[in-house]
């Protein structure tokens, strides 16, 4: 027969592991499944606070007023989302606010708490004469170079 674990030990292990797997997932995702990651979070932290079934068709775009989350519940809400993301810092008080709708909040997340957004606009662009010398280049090779080179590159990734 298995030992369980303590109940307390795996409530308090549980949320901070599902929130560093959510970073995780976070960073590897393209920016826009972590745009649809990050509204997804947010919605269940909505629907959890008004106690409406996850599911619950909370549309990206409505002010979360109206859909009747009072000063007490942002509080509430706020908690959970800095929870839910491992934070080690608090939300500011005025988030509903600044943030009125789960799409703004969303936002905010990726590009100011989690930063995730700003580390992509630092990632110097391609130019265009880059991109000419380098299918220049690929034109000389045979396609056994080709491949041994493309080959190179995923083993990096």
Do not use: C, H, W
């Not at 859909?67 to 500011?92: F, K, T």
């Amino acid at each position: 027969m298995l030992d369980a674990a303590p109940a307390s030990t795996v409530s308090e292990a549980s949320p901070q592991r599902a929130s560093e797997e959510f970073l995780r997932s976070l960073s590897e995702a393209l920016p826009f499944e972590r745009a649809d990651m990050l509204m997804a979070f947010a919605r269940d932290q909505v629907a959890a606070v008004l106690r409406v079934a996850a599911n619950a068709p909370i549309g990206p775009r409505q002010r979360l007023m109206d859909l009747g989350l009072d000063s007490l519940m942002a509080i509430e809400l706020r908690n959970r989302l800095a929870s839910g993301l491992g934070l080690g810092q608090s939300l500011p008080a005025t988030l509903m606010f600044d943030y009125p709708t789960i799409e703004a909040l969303a936002a905010y997340l990726d590009r100011d708490v989690l930063g995730l957004s700003i580390r992509e606009a630092a990632v110097a662009p391609v130019e265009d004469a880059d991109l000419s010398a380098a299918a220049a280049r690929m034109e000389q090779m045979s396609e056994e170079e080709a491949e041994a080179l493309l080959l190179e590159k995923l083993g990096k990734l």
